[in-house]
């Protein structure tokens, strides 16, 4: 059990280099022309980096949705009442929503965590209780929680999937559900990169041009508040834990810590959209070892979103670019589970396909 | 039983547009902002029109694979020996080439069909025999085939995907081997679309500067022999068969009635790469319903495959671009392997989701 922050930061390691080395010569030496399967290979390679094995195994995968409510809704920033939280939270349970669906299409079990729901919601087995307060305050007033709350929030998070690993954990999607979360998502990657909100602030699931002139300047106040707007950027990344107590949210600090905690078990994670790459931020700037366990499943149709995406290195520069560009703006995880077939799929390629001497194959013509 | 082209064009449905009003309202009544799943809702809809049903299943899934040889691999355009066609047959059927482990990962049956190699392959149980003949005539210099082989191939793939269709089968992913074949899909595309072979032709699985050169000389002088060449562009579509005959390859006339036949039924069809979609751009012009029930999979590593893609209408601005963009260029249907899960989940969502009264969530709110 993690009992302090520097411990959960300390934990994580940095990329096995001949993990990866020894999947890639593995690939070169499978019945595929060599690098003909593309971002698939360098995706192996990464999955090596991270896991620490050449031929990962993914069979025991989970999808962790973190849920809680933000202050900053009574702001008007989003197109939903509050109260869609903890209605969500129900059908979470009752197996009616799209990451439901789509679970049980990856074969992976839901790890449901009310991460500071300010509903009530009755227990259910499912349901997991991490709440350390009852919604985050809103951030244009006020800081989203204090310094301790994040740090407890952080552990928690990081507590339960190192409880997880041990029940057997090989792969870890990502994924939170909480109305007017894409504000703090935009608050967060605003002060950890730099950029004016226009850059970093979205329609999330479906504001109103009105609507979206609101969430700037409610973006902006948050920040000029905070301390964290443009020029800080150098701040914020010496100050990640205050970045988050300022601006960020409660499911985004259980996310922050569950990453911490899945890296540090060496189990690979699927971040799904904007707000789980914020969290990604956070959890970079506390151990940057983290990076090597991040894996971006898709690019969303938030313009913040790529930026993020950036800053963690998860581009094709880097031989780690999204998966999938199929414009999702649901969150729930939904992209992330799209792409774990992907990751699957890929470690198969590596544990099944014969070499070129085992299936009598002739290499690549000596004339060409 | 398909015993005249006439009779397998005339049996290609067009999209049903009332199926997919129906799983565009149902979509909308789903617990999630409507328009937040992104492509994959412009996905739900096409499969619906596809299909006919609002609600598809797609519980039995094939991949077919058409292998062939073609008589232009003698010029020296592929990276690799054609004994590497009869090769890659067996390492098929022994079950160690990618596609193998992709469709064991998509829970996809695989349906390999001999469709002209020109090795001897020993007879296997799961060894499909279409060949009309062993491997194509050589492009550069004389006809692939006559138009009576190109004929009997296409109706041999056709019979083949009816007779799957009668034992069960709602989705069907299509793809190829044979050395030498991004030759003739380039040939084939140029023919169609009128674009010069700098357009067309790319490195297939792997070739180097100089052989590029090369493949670019040995397609223009196919295109010139056949009289496809750039200004015959109108010509070509109004005979597809001819330019099939002249410029194609035998897997190819065996995809293309393959993908008729499975259009007949309904059947979705999941394309790979370039020369899927050459053999799709034969089949459209055979009978132009058939764009209503071909996906695509993936944007290839090929240049020539984004203009043949738009030729079909595959492209966003229709709402049904590429799944994926992962820089593949192997074939044997692993993009569309790949992809298959994305329309499986995808039709889960329809099926398994609450609709907003039925989970007691609110919809959106009254201020925005």
């Given at each position: 059990m993690y009992t302090s922050l520097e411990a959960l930061r300390a934990a994580v390691p940095p990329a096995d280099s001949t993990a990866a080395a020894g999947a890639r010569a593995r690939l070169d030496d499978?019945?595929?022309?060599?690098?003909?399967?593309g971002q698939i290979e360098r995706l192996i390679v990464r999955l090596a980096a991270s896991t620490g094995q050449v031929i990962p195994d993914f069979s025991q995968r989970a999808i962790l949705l973190a849920v809680a409510d933000h202050g900053v809704a009574v702001e008007g920033v989003?197109?939903?009442?509050?109260v869609v939280t903890g209605q969500m939270v129900q059908n979470f349970l009752a197996g009616g929503a799209a990451i439901n669906a789509l679970a049980r299409a990856a074969d992976a079990r839901i790890i449901l965590v009310?991460?500071?729901?300010v509903a009530d919601v009755p227990d259910h087995p499912d349901l997991r209780r991490l709440a350390v307060r009852r919604g985050s305050g809103n951030i244009a007033h006020?800081?989203?929680?204090?310094a301790d709350e994040a740090t407890a929030a952080l552990l928690a998070g990081a507590n339960l999937v190192r409880a997880e690993c041990e029940q057997g954990l090989d792969l870890l999607a990502v994924g939170e559900m909480g109305i007017a979360n894409t504000t703090c998502a935009a608050a967060l990657t605003s002060a950890f990169i730099g950029a004016d909100v226009r850059a970093t602030v979205g329609r999330g699931t479906g504001i109103d041009d009105v609507t979206l002139a609101h969430k700037w300047a409610v973006t902006t106040a948050a920040l000029r508040r905070a301390g964290f707007?443009?020029?800080r950027r150098e701040h914020a990344h010496d100050q990640p834990l205050s970045v988050l107590g300022e601006l960020g949210g409660l499911e985004i600090a259980t996310l922050a810590g569950a990453m911490l905690a899945a890296a540090a078990q060496r189990v690979p994670i699927l971040l799904d959209g904007y707000i789980t790459t914020s969290a990604a931020l956070i959890a970079a700037a506390l151990a940057p070892n983290l990076t090597a366990h991040l894996f971006a499943s898709h690019q969303s149709a938030e313009p913040g979103h790529a930026l993020a995406l950036e800053h963690l290195g998860l581009t094709a520069a880097h031989?780690?670019?999204?998966?999938?560009?199929?414009?999702?703006?649901?969150?729930?995880a939904s992209g992330a589970a799209l792409a774990m077939p992907l990751l699957t799929a890929a470690a198969r390629l590596l544990r099944e396909m014969a070499t070129f001497s085992q299936a009598g194959v002739s290499a690549r013509d000596a004339q060409s």
């Open positions: 499978l019945t595929k022309p060599q690098g003909s399967l989003s197109a939903y009442p509050q009310d991460a500071g729901v006020e800081p989203a929680m204090t707007h443009q020029t031989g780690a670019a999204p998966l999938l560009r199929l414009d999702l703006r649901l969150g729930e």
